[in-house]
């Protein structure tokens, strides 16, 4: 399978699928000519024409708005949000019309919009820019969250969410995107709501999703080379839906769970989790549920102390140790 | 981008002032030599630090992103330095001009940027979020179009409390297209606040001319609104003074908000992670350079009215890169910010725990 990097694997997913369905537009600020903030759509105007790909102003509210309302009439518009951070400008379309459009019309009309970019903090890009909204977002019934953590997810997740006939948001990573991994150069698909074990283990269970897969990975390394503890890796991959079923089954076999989540605690992913979990497998479990978020202020732009703030190898390490205290 | 040639300030709905007679503007006229070496040294000193800051950058002192303000020194300061006791300024990502033209000072300009505790904001903003309210500079912002409402509540807050200063609110002409600017431009016209909407025009919005970014004239928008506007040539620190200073002194005494476009160039990338290699042609950049650089205008300017000789600009010269060079020792030389500091500056009740009234937990981990 070809090596290819997070951002070509969702470049190929929306190549793929503008191939295949005429109504797929790609719209945000950026996209065309300057090939995008990130280099995601790179190549795409050259390939399908500035009808497909278009270039926007900085006006996050009217070109979601705008591709809201074409969706209504079945356009499928990929939008990109230069940084999910901008979110909040648009917020009101979001939440207000994408996530309900189709419930208060009593089903009638359908919204089938992704919207795409990244959403992590790292990147020394201060509070402004380091939003991480999955859970503000999956919060709004009608609406669906997915969250990639390698390239192969990232094409089979982007490729459903394309084809899915409700509004999805898809949220990358500035620090994944340089990211190898092997990735078919063919069509499949990953449905939203399957997670997947990124790494068996029968110690402790760390349940995750976006870039702390891959840092929990590198912990768990760290963990059964030195300390000879066992971690299984649950990828939750999509928030919502979210699929408790290959979570619980994980903890029926560690008894052991930490919650890992590039979040700010309060009402994050991981109090949801932590709720089902306990309440749909309280028996199963040997110690009370441990959490790892981000530390909650604003995000800080000091580089040093950002990587601090954030989950990090170190920090999940020391969380796993505490948890089979 | 579309160039009128220099020295006009185009139509405008009020106040009718014309065409300024530049050299003649009473606001230049009253300078004394002091004041024009000192503008001056304040265009110096910015290009100066943003080199400085540059080289901090590329040797991995600085994170995040460093948007440079190289070729657009003018604007600020011109507009800055009309700025009397109860006037403000905020603006966006594109801060260190407007910071040091307002008299901030460079230590804390670049420890901020090195992320250090003695920096401008403790180290917690980074280059796009400089702040200093004592001097009346309410940073610094972010997202594009974001601080605008603000600056229209600066001026509300001004009118409300019976002072007489206005606000210059800045923005890029990318920024016109946000709903938050139409928004602000009919709450400052319907209720008379005292601000002044600049629309810093560099001719792109990153990689985005303003011809495939906006529809119509920039400024003309507040038209719409009934309210002033005018467009200015920016490169020359002189016109930028006499162009604006009628509209701030309308502000001030009459509370009328305006509209004004200030035309200038940014000479390096977006920001410094722009490779810069596909939306303009080197040519364009190396005519700005060598016809329209703000501080070269200004030199010539003073040199034949011998206000400046070429002993006194290498003075200015070697003292603003040994400044620079001092600040970047500086913030070498400062601490970091702790992990302890995340959870300060949150919360007024948590910084001033002996006068908290509220109970129960405000962080969660
Ligand atoms: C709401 C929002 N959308 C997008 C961005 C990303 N972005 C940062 S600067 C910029 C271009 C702004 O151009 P302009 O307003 O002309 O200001 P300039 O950079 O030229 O000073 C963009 C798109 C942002 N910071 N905020
Ligand atoms: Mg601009």
Known sequence: ?325 | MSKKSSATAEARSEPGTGNPDLSGAPVNASLSVEQKVGLYRLMVRIRRFEERSLRAYQAKKIGGFLHLYIGQEAVAVGCCSLMGKDDHVITAYRDHGHAIAVGMEMNPLMAELYGKATGCSKGKGGSMHFFDPSRNYWGGHGVVGGQVPLGVGLAYGLKYKGLKGACMTFMGDGAVNQGSVHESYNLAALWNLPVIFVIENNGYSMGTSQARSSAGELARRAEAYGMAWGVCDGHDLFEVRAFMAPFLEEARSKCKPAVVEIRTYRYRGHSVADPDNTYRAKAEIEEYRKTKDPIQVLQNTLLAEKVLDEATIEKIDTAARAEADVSADFSEASPFPTVADLQKDVYWEVDNPSERKSQGRLFFN
């Open chain 1, 1 to 325: 399978m070809p090596l290819i990097q997070y951002r070509e694997a969702i470049r190929q997913a929306m190549a793929e699928e503008l191939t295949r369905d005429p109504n797929v537009v790609i719209l945000g600020e950026e996209v065309a000519q300057f090939h995008g903030a990130y280099k995601v759509t790179e190549g795409l105007l050259e390939k399908f024409g500035p009808k497909r790909i278009v270039d926007t102003p900085i006006s996050e509210a009217g070109f979601i708005g705008m591709g809201i309302g074409a969706s209504m009439l079945g356009v499928r518009p990929v939008i990109e949000l230069m940084f999910w951070s901008f979110y909040s400008v648009a917020f009101d379309q979001i939440l207000n019309n994408a996530a309900n459009v189709r419930y208060m019309s009593g089903g009638q009309i359908n919204c089938p919009i992704v919207i795409r970019g990244p959403a992590n903090g790292g990147t020394n890009v201060g509070a402004t820019h380091s939003h991480t909204p999955e859970n503000v977002l999956a919060n709004h019934p009608g609406v669906k969250v997915v969250v990639p953590s390698t390239p192969y997810d990232a094409k089979g997740l982007l490729k459903s969410a394309i084809r899915d006939n409700d509004p999805v948001m898809f949220l990358e990573n500035t620090i994944l995107y340089g990211d190898k991994g092997e990735v078919p150069a063919d069509d499949y698909l990953i449905p939203l709501g399957k997670a997947d074990i990124k790494r068996e283990g029968t110690d402790l269970t760390i349940v995750t999703y976006g870039r702390p897969v891959i840092q929990s990975l590198a912990a768990a390394h760290l963990l059964q080379q030195e300390h000879n503890i066992s971690v299984e890796i649950v990828d939750l991959r999509s928030i919502r839906p979210l699929d408790m079923d290959t979570v619980l089954a994980s903890v029926r076999k560690t008894h052991r769970v930490l919650v890992v989540e590039e979040q700010k605690p309060f009402c994050g992913v991981g109090a949801q989790l932590a709720y089902m979990i306990q309440s749909e497998a309280f028996d199963e479990l040997d110690a009370p549920i441990a959490r790892l978020s981000t530390i909650d202020s604003p995000s800080i732009y000091s580089p040093p102390v950002e990587a601090e703030q954030l989950p990090n190898p170190q920090r999940i390490l020391k969380a796993v140790i505490e948890a089979l205290d």
